[in-house]
T-cell receptor, first 111, second 108 residues
Framework: EAQVTQNPRYLITVTGKKLTVTCSQNMNHEYMSWYRQDPGLGLRQIYYSMNVEVTDKGDVPEGYKVSRKEKRNFPLILESPSPNQTSLYFC??????????FGSGTRLTVV | QKEVEQDPGPLSVPEGAIVSLNCTYSNSAFQYFMWYRQYSRKGPELLMYTYSSGNKEDGRFTAQVDKSSKYISLFIRDSQPSDSATYLCAMDDYKLSFGAGTTVTVRA
């Protein structure tokens, strides 16, 4: 089944403890990106990648890192999470930018 | 000012009605225009995409783009209770920008 898989689905962590949210797609898509969704603010892009080793900042990149070492994987790294990064996170991928497939989301709580 | 503006609603219609959703944008560099549907606690699901001005139809859904006015629309004909969801417009110039989403309820 063609899909974008995110893990974990739910995560509660403490301030300052490094974490990684994984994202993997099995559709050989070139484009991958990360978003956060917050009430009243909607979906905002954090980072995107056009291909292996090519990444760029979205609207809200502060406090996040990404890497694209393989085509199928695009992990999101929070080096020192803070409570304002509590959010619902989505990974998405696309073959040609004409529509993206989204993962099921990761609900992160930083206390 | 946001790049993409969308009325958050909420919008409530009776079953069978036509649902009309709109977004405006300010960035002339947007190349692809999309509509997504999102159910509660789920990821957005692509409904339609377009890349030129005009209409595109897919079953009960029609997407309209007017690049000269920087305005896009989605129409849902013969709406069903299962269409109750949040509808998001999105536009791409490598960076994907979303509208705020309109919450739609179709009453049986």
């Amino acid at each position: 089944e063609a899909q974008v898989t995110q893990n974990p689905r739910y995560l509660i962590t403490v301030t300052g403890k490094k974490l990684t949210v994984t994202c993997s797609q099995n559709m050989n898509h070139e484009y991958m990106s990360w978003y956060r969704q917050d009430p009243g603010l909607g979906l905002r892009q954090i980072y995107y990648s056009m291909n292996v080793e090519v990444t760029d900042k979205g609207d809200v990149p502060e406090g996040y890192k990404v890497s694209r070492k393989e085509k199928r994987n695009f992990p999101l790294i929070l080096e020192s999470p803070s409570p304002n990064q509590t959010s619902l996170y989505f990974c998405a991928s696309s073959f040609d930018r004409r529509g993206y497939t989204f993962g099921s989301g990761t609900r992160l709580t930083v206390v | 000012q946001k790049e993409v503006e969308q009325d958050p609603g909420p919008l409530s219609v009776p079953e069978g009605a036509i649902v009309s959703l709109n977004c405006t944008y300010s960035n002339s560099a947007f190349q692809y225009f999309m509509w997504y549907r999102q159910y509660s606690r789920k990821g957005p699901e692509l409904l339609m995409y377009t890349y030129s001005s005009g209409n595109k139809e897919d079953g009960r859904f029609t997407a309209q783009v007017d690049k000269s006015s920087k305005y896009i629309s989605l129409f849902i004909r013969d709406s069903q209770p299962s269409d109750s969801a949040t509808y998001l417009c999105a536009m791409d110039d490598y960076k994907l920008s979303f509208g705020a989403g309109t919450t739609v309820t179709v009453r049986a």
